[in-house]
């Protein structure tokens, strides 16, 4: 690092031993252990937030990035530009490897392990009171009006390049699976079943991926990345985790009768929260993901990696609806 970053490692209680660039941050090497060093842009309360999730799970025995509080006693730290930095515990591991399904099924215990830690969490100040998810019903409403206004967009174009054409001749199937998630949210009162487990103290990970689990040498995993971190339906993080790995094996069947039980297994969960995850599922969210990049992308020349997207999304689409009625319908 530059000079004046050294110098900027005198406002904490440690002595740096060298220096490494990472992925949008700094490793810090430390005779306390390493370090990672990341810009931020939450408050002093988000952080002190953060930071006490994460010392309720240390507390616990479990491996996280815990932030390091500076000089002040504070823990965000500004450089002589004014730029906000956290400087965090780090860990050397690689990252979970989901294709390896010894190592899926091993982190989704972990993720039901952390979720019964993460439970019964006051709000630390009344500012964080409303640190939550969005409800179902609001994501999904929001998420469709935003599908029909690219289909709008796309309908007046006289001339359509070829991901349009094909984006509007597939509209129908994936808008009316987004409505029947939307119908299915409200009829099911998930704004209750958010309410519940906001009042029981109930955390998300927010953001829980193979990217934030890093493999130690004992067999077990450090949980990283907590920035996104809310009260809400904890399946919500089960969800993101099951979805992606489901997407990169094949929507593989037994695997998923695994990941199922394997979660059940570690955590009681009610029929309510397993109809949240099913709505969740059943949502065409990739479709809408890539409906929204074109929206936000030059439509003057569309990437042909959007329109293998597309493409891709439509065959697991039908992957996706086998495994939901012939596997996750029976757990709702």
Request: proline share 3%.
């Amino acid at each position: 690092m530059e000079e004046k970053s050294l110098e900027f490692f005198e406002q904490y209680e440690i002595a740096v031993t060298g220096t490494a660039r990472t992925r949008g941050a700094f490793r810090i090497d430390t005779e306390q252990g390493p370090k990672l060093l990341m810009p931020y842009s939450g408050s002093e309360t988000r952080a002190a937030f953060e930071q006490g999730i994460l010392s309720r799970l240390s507390e616990r025995g479990f491996p996280v990035d815990a932030y390091v509080a500076n000089k002040e006693g504070t823990y965000i730290t500004k450089d002589e530009y004014g730029d906000s930095f956290l400087l965090k515990d780090w860990y050397f591991g690689e990252e979970c490897n989901i294709k390896k399904p010894d190592q899926a099924l091993l982190a989704v215990k972990h993720l039901a392990a952390v979720h019964n830690v993460l439970t019964g969490v006051a709000p630390a100040t009344e500012e964080l009171a409303g640190a939550e998810q969005k409800s179902l019903p609001d994501l999904f409403e929001k998420r469709n009006r935003e599908l029909r206004r690219v289909r709008s967009f796309i309908r007046e174009k006289k001339k359509k390049a070829y991901f349009e054409t094909v984006y509007i001749n597939t509209f129908s199937e994936f808008y009316e699976k987004a409505e029947a998630a939307l119908a299915g949210a409200k009829e099911l009162g998930c704004e209750s079943v958010l309410e519940t487990a906001v009042k029981e103290g109930r955390v998300c990970h927010g953001t829980y991926t193979h990217h934030n689990l890093l493999l130690l040498r004992d067999g077990g995993f450090a949980t990283v990345n907590f920035d996104k971190a809310c009260f809400g339906v904890q399946i919500a993080d089960f969800y993101l985790f099951f979805r992606k790995l489901m997407e990169k094996t094949g929507w593989d069947r037994g695997l998923a009768e695994s990941m199922l039980t394997a979660y059940q297994s570690m955590r009681k969960v009610e029929p309510a929260e397993w109809q949240v995850f099913y709505l969740l599922l059943s949502y065409p969210e990739k479709f809408w993901k890539i409906s929204n990049s074109y929206h936000n992308g030059k439509k003057s020349w569309i990437p042909q990696k959007t329109t293998e997207k597309l493409l891709a999304v439509m065959e697991q689409e039908r992957e996706k609806e086998a495994l939901l009625s012939g596997v996750v319908k029976k757990w709702c």
